[in-house]
């Protein structure tokens, strides 16, 4: 039985540098059911959804633990290869093999034969190879139709070795979520919140592996040559259905965002639940969402002269309708929340106005104390600031807005290494988020004030009937528990959101350890802006 190949020496390094930048770059990360991956010596396929160029790479060699597999076998462009470059340094030492894309080689040098072939005996002896088979990188609300590579692939393999009783390879499907900010607009802008910012500092990521696909020749003849290609696209479309199960998969961005509202206020801030879970929350509104629209649009469609046949179809009509119309709503309100730059939990629980004006005292005294005493930190940041705004800024203007976007994260991957590096110390470390927060939560309070308590209470009106749908659709039609933050901080495990621990709960505004993060949604951004349009894929 093969053991796989054996691990490189630098393959140790490259995943520990892996592990430190994604620990610099991202707040979060949160790996599910690694225990489901095929163990050393079996030929193992990684295939993920394909959202952030390199970093998807990087955290699924990461994700995988080394006890499991010995080397992740990577594929990239084969652009990325054979530049005087840090990433394409890490990409080349990383043992990654180069695809050729199409689009990259318009003059039909595109044949990737002899990769496949390379990929063939590396599974034939035990290895795990990565693959991402939307074929490219690409950042929108929906996971883009599959490429039949991947299946091919198994096809060809078993094929090899369809006299082997003992063979089989595995396809081990796995889901990247990059979460984003908490519903936060600049009042200056006409902006538009995304699903997933995977180019932002601090944000979180879910990574979820799914129950491993097995195929050997004799249970699978099916998939040997000569193939019925119907087969390939059968394989497809399972592999397909198994990686959107676990991410956030809608039509459009506004879809995305009506659901992330309603999981919001559905579990509000502080419900200790695991970042999985509030995934798994908000799919399950983006699905109702998602149903409710396409049975609208199929009835409207239809014939004029269709006839209603039965009471069970006006009944599942009104249902929709009125789904539909819960979107609209959290839509509306989400817009007002944008228009004066506020959370909804700040409308959720209202302050009465000499309790704002004593927080603010508060907020902006402390805050003020925090940053004096960080500031030789924080003056060690700003060239690093400085410089990665210049690289990134330069780099937008090589290509289209839509374009350039796929490879903003590595340069910030790469200059977030450099800070790591640069700017490890103990006064930025230990003070200036906190500050950071106390100075937000004192802008918030601000605005709160301006804002008058007779409009506050008119929102609170307005998302107490909001919370009543939402709790009536998440129970009796979506089957949700109706004790969210009961249920899931019984439910969640070891991993309940961002407070951890009877002391960081109870500490509320100036704990170092706690740096105010409640919520999978806050990341350190004042606004939001995204340069992607409202179209529907």
């Known amino acids: ?51 952030n160029s ?69 599974l034939e002896c035990g290895d795990a190879v990565c693959l991402f088979p939307e074929g490219m990188s690409r950042y929108h609300p929906t996971i883009a139709p599959l490429k039949t590579g991947v299946a091919r692939l198994v096809s060809d393999v078993l094929s090899r070795n369809r006299y082997n009783p003992d063979f089989e390879v595995f396809v081990q ?50 998939l040997l040559a000569p193939i019925d290609y119907e087969e390939i696209r059968a394989l497809t479309a399972k592999m397909h259905q198994q990686i959107s199960l676990g991410t956030l998969d809608a039509p459009s961005w506004r879809m995305t965002r009506n659901a992330k509202l309603a999981a919001r206020i559905y579990a509000p801030l502080g419900t200790t639940m695991s970042l999985g879970d509030y995934v798994r929350v908000v799919r399950t509104f983006l699905e109702a969402f998602k149903l409710a629209e396409r049975s609208i649009c199929e009835n409207q469609s239809g014939s004029e002269g269709e006839v209603v046949n039965n009471e069970n179809r006006e009944g599942a009509m009104r249902e929709d309708e009125k789904i539909r119309q819960l979107g609209e709503d959290l839509k509306a309100y989400q817009d ?32 003020g104390f925090l940053f004096t005493i960080s500031l030789p930190g924080l003056l060690l940041w700003l060239p690093v600031f400085l410089t990665t705004f210049v690289a990134v800024s330069r780099f937008k203007r090589t290509g289209p807005i839509w374009d350039t976007w796929d490879e903003i994260a590595q340069y910030k991957l790469i200059y977030g290494l450099l800070s790591g590096l640069c700017v490890w110390g103990g006064a930025t470390l230990l003070t200036l988020p906190d500050a950071i927060a106390a100075f937000r939560a004192f802008a918030m309070l601000w605005t709160l004030l301006r804002m008058g308590q007779n409009r506050i209470w008119e929102l609170h009106a307005v998302r107490e009937q909001l919370h009543k749908r939402v709790m009536d659709m ?64």
């Not at 007002?336 to 004006?357: C, E, M, N």
């Not at 949700?480 to 709960?505: I, M, N, Q």
């Open 1 to 51: 039985m093969p053991a796989g190949s054996p691990t490189p020496w630098s393959y140790f390094f490259i995943r520990l540098l892996f592990k430190f930048v994604l620990k610099i770059f991202y707040g979060t990360i949160v790996v599910e059911n690694a225990q489901v991956i095929p163990p050393k010596g079996k030929p193992c396929i990684v295939c993920a959804n394909h959202s």
């Open 54 to 122: 390199l970093t998807d790479a990087l955290l699924l060699v990461t994700a995988i633990p080394s006890k499991s597999r010995n080397l992740l076998r990577l594929t990239a462009k084969s652009t990325q290869f054979g530049k005087k470059t840090f990433t394409s340094w890490l990409i080349e030492s990383a043992g990654t093999v180069p695809i050729k894309r199409r689009q990259d080689h318009p003059n039909g040098d595109g044949d990737n034969s002899a990769v496949m072939q390379h990929l063939i005996e590396a």
């Open 173 to 222: 499907t796995c889901s990247i979520t990059y979460m984003y900010v908490a519903h936060l607009s600049h009042p200056r802008f006409c902006v538009m919140t995304s699903s997933r910012h995977r180019q932002h500092f601090r944000s979180d990521v879910l990574v979820t592996f799914h129950e491993p696909l097995r195929f050997t020749p004799m249970d699978n003849p099916e």
């Open 336 to 367: 007002q929340l944008a228009r004066y730059g506020i959370k909804d939990d700040r409308i959720r629980r209202p302050l009465p106005t000499h309790v704002i004006l004593y927080r603010i005292v508060v907020r902006l005294a402390w805050s």
């Open 474 to 537: 998440a129970v009796n039609t979506l089957g949700l528990p109706p004790d969210p933050e009961t249920y899931f901080a019984r439910t969640g495990g070891k991993e309940k959101g961002r407070v951890r621990g009877r002391w960081a709960s109870k500490a509320k505004y100036f704990s170092v350890r706690r740096r105010r993060k409640r919520d999978w949604n806050e990341t350190l951004r004042l606004y939001d802006q995204v340069d992607y349009p409202e179209d529907e894929y």
